[in-house]
């Protein structure tokens, strides 16, 4: 997969397979609209395999997702072992809603909950443009682009505005030392906050 496009080609975080490398990548589907690169025997430099599906090919558990008009481009999304499971028995790639919540200019961070549970929810850490804004006021402001990923997944892995919890924007939280959050303790850190979203949602309450 190469990052190189030709002059005016504005869809940066996609890439393309090499022309001479493109019939050894098979974007095998996998759900929802995620696919798994596999490399395909023949392969130049590919010289071990991991499955028999096809014979001699390597599943690399790369996931990506397609562009919506422009043909055999791809964006990585995160690996098939970063999904969890959900009370449903759904597997989810919380990393995809991460980053396109995060993309939002009032965020800092984004967290996707809900290993074992019947919904998703996120934690929606403040970036300092809207230390200000008051819980409504953020959540209706990212909304859009949560209701966006919605329009891409299965109605059990959406996620609702009573579900979105807003963190203060001098609130920290567990890092590695590249700076991205460590999800299990993430988790651990905000047990209280999250156990009160899903009371919230069971008693019908808002925010």
């Given at each position: 997969?190469?990052?190189?496009?030709?002059?005016?080609?504005?869809?940066?975080?996609?890439?393309?397979?090499?022309?001479?490398?493109?019939?050894?990548?098979?974007?095998?589907?996998?759900?929802?609209?995620?696919?798994?690169?596999?490399?395909?025997?023949?392969?130049?430099?590919?010289?071990?395999?991991?499955?028999?599906?096809?014979?001699?090919?390597?599943?690399?558990?790369?996931?990506?997702?397609?562009?919506?008009?422009?043909?055999?481009?791809?964006?990585?999304?995160?690996?098939?072992?970063?999904?969890?499971?959900?009370?449903?028995?759904?597997?989810?790639?919380?990393?995809?809603?991460?980053?396109?919540?995060?993309?939002?200019?009032?965020?800092?961070?984004?967290?996707?909950?809900?290993?074992?549970?019947?919904?998703?929810?996120?934690?929606?850490?403040?970036?300092?443009?809207?230390?200000?804004?008051?819980?409504?006021?953020?959540?209706?402001?990212?909304?859009?682009?949560?209701?966006?990923?919605?329009?891409?997944?299965?109605?059990?892995?959406?996620?609702?505005?009573?579900?979105?919890?807003p963190v203060a924007a001098d609130s920290t939280y567990?890092?590695?030392?590249?700076?991205?959050?460590?999800?299990?303790?993430?988790?651990?850190?905000?047990e209280l906050e999250i156990e009160q979203a899903y009371?919230?949602?069971?008693?019908?309450?808002?925010?």
């Open positions: 997969m190469a990052y190189s496009r030709e002059l005016g080609d504005t869809a940066w975080d996609y890439l393309a397979p090499l022309p001479h490398t493109e019939k050894y990548i098979w974007m095998k589907p996998v759900e929802d609209h995620h696919c798994e690169c596999v490399v395909l025997e023949g392969a130049l430099g590919c010289s071990i395999s991991n499955s028999d599906d096809p014979p001699g090919s390597y599943h690399t558990k790369d996931l990506f997702v397609a562009h919506e008009t422009m043909a055999n481009r791809w964006r990585f999304v995160g690996r098939l072992d970063d999904r969890f499971p959900m009370a449903n028995a759904e597997n989810v790639l919380p990393l995809d809603i991460e980053l396109n919540v995060a993309k939002e200019p009032l965020v800092k961070e984004a967290v996707v909950f809900g290993v074992g549970r019947p919904v998703l929810g996120i934690l929606a850490f403040r970036s300092g443009t809207a230390k200000n804004m008051d819980d409504q006021e953020f959540v209706s402001a990212i909304w859009p682009s949560i209701e966006e990923m919605n329009s891409h997944t299965s109605a059990t892995a959406q996620v609702s505005p009573q579900m979105v919890i567990p890092q590695t030392d590249k700076r991205t959050f460590i999800r299990r303790r993430v988790y651990e850190e905000f009371t919230r949602l069971e008693q019908g309450l808002g925010l």
